[in-house]
Nanobody
Framework: QVHLVESGGGLVQAGGSLRLSCAAS????????MGWYRQAPGNERELVAT???????IYADSVKGRFTISRDNAKNTVYLQMNTLKPEDTAVYYC??????????????WGQGTQVTVSS
């Protein structure tokens, strides 16, 4: 079983910055992809950014140039630096990790979510 624990959410004014962190723990052999998703009230969960084990990144168009995803493979941790935040970035942000456990098991795990609120 793999657990993801997020931190770093909060309330910030438009134009401000926040940094989210997500640490994975448990029966982990390797993590292929880590990512961030978000869900605003009344909306479906959407991809924000992902990063592969080799460092390849994918971003939603709405956050390109403002958000940066990174990871520390030694710590099984992924980060999301969010700059120039906008009110429309307000959502619950979820961490996701997919990889292999020991033996032949594979996993896809989600964090509990962290609230990001951007005031205008």
């Amino acid at each position: 079983q793999v657990h993801l624990v997020e931190s770093g959410g909060g309330l910030v004014q438009a134009g401000g910055s926040l940094r989210l962190s997500c640490a994975a723990s448990g029966s982990i052999f390797s993590i292929n992809v880590m990512g961030w998703y978000r869900q605003a009230p009344g909306n479906e969960r959407e991809l924000v950014a992902t990063i592969s084990g080799g460092g390849r990144t994918i971003y939603a168009d709405s956050v390109k140039g403002r958000f940066t995803i990174s990871r520390d493979n030694a710590k099984n941790t992924v980060y999301l630096q969010m700059n120039t935040l906008k009110p429309e970035d307000t959502a619950v942000y979820y961490c996701n990790a997919a990889g292999r456990g020991y033996g032949t098991s594979i996993f896809t795990s989600w964090g509990q979510g962290t609230q990001v609120t951007v005031s205008s």
